[in-house]
């Protein structure tokens, strides 16, 4: 049997977006998996800090975090990238010019603006955030903080094509709907993470299997032969699933590594 190597996104994926929890039928299926000699790799937007308290809740061989920006295999870094402190600087300038917020997303931690945000969803980010204790105490205006990518938020007092315009030479903006914008910088993603770890076990990319469920797992998608689309997801992975599962909640994690013989009963 050839090896395979398993990606799979988290929020909405391998943890519930309602129970915030991961099913025990998904947990055991990935024992089950690198038991049978595949394996396991978080492939998340989230940054290392970020995922960093979720990988105590499963067993992998690795993650690949901030889409693309940092990739970790049993336990050694083989990449990771950071934008440069003058991009970086730039960055936060143009957040606030331009009438956004948002959060900045390190290795080991985020920085977000001090005070209230106007605008709630940054406001509930801020507090989430602060709760899981990787909220630095740089300030915003601290000029040494560097990050691996970043969100932001908008609302209808937001310019958010002069934003979207001064992104372009070099961070690309994945819209995940609601006025939310993930961004990350030009060249990574969670397609390159996975060229990176077959190329680093010299695994076929036919033996590469992916899961996910929202708009930053697309390129995956475009660049994976088999992906699995969790039973709720967004619309734009639909053209590109080889297999649609049952929901999170539904164990449908379980239910496809069944059907598609990656594990056994």
């Not at 509930?124 to 630095?136: D, E, F, N, Q, Y």
């Not at 690309?172 to 006025?179: A, F, L």
């Not at 076990?201 to 036919?206: Q, R």
């Amino acid at each position: 049997m050839d090896r395979k190597a398993l990606f799979f996104d988290i929020d909405g994926t391998l943890l519930s977006e309602i129970t915030h929890k991961v099913p025990e039928s998904a947990a055991h299926a990935l024992e089950k998996a690198r038991k049978k000699g595949h394996l396991v790799f978080i492939n998340s937007g989230r940054t290392f800090c970020l995922t960093r308290e979720f990988l105590n809740l499963v067993e992998t061989d690795g993650c690949l975090c901030g889409c693309g920006t940092y990739i970790e295999a049993e336990g050694k870094a083989l990449y990771h990238h950071q934008i440069s402190l003058e991009r970086c600087n730039r960055i936060k300038q143009d957040i606030v010019a331009y009438g956004l917020d948002g959060v900045l997303e390190g290795w080991e931690s985020c920085c977000m603006q001090k005070q209230v945000s106007r605008i709630p969803a940054a406001e509930k980010l801020r507090k989430g955030v602060a709760r899981s204790g990787i909220l630095t105490e740089h300030g915003w205006e601290n000029d040494s903080y560097v990050f691996d990518k970043f969100c932001v938020m908008a609302d209808e007092r937001s310019d958010k094509t002069g934003f979207f315009n001064s992104m372009k030479p070099d961070i690309q903006v994945i819209d995940r709907g609601n006025d939310f914008y993930e961004c990350v910088p030009k060249g990574h993603s969670k397609a390159t993470a996975i060229k990176m770890v077959l190329d680093h076990y010299g695994i076929a990319l036919e033996n590469a299997y992916v899961f996910g469920d929202s708009t930053n797992d697309l390129p995956m998608f475009e660049y994976a032969r088999h992906t699995v689309l969790m039973g709720k997801h967004d619309k734009e992975l639909e053209a590109y699933a080889e297999f649609t599962t049952r929901t999170v909640e539904e164990d449908g994690i379980a239910y496809a590594m069944k059907i598609l013989g990656l594990i056994e009963d």
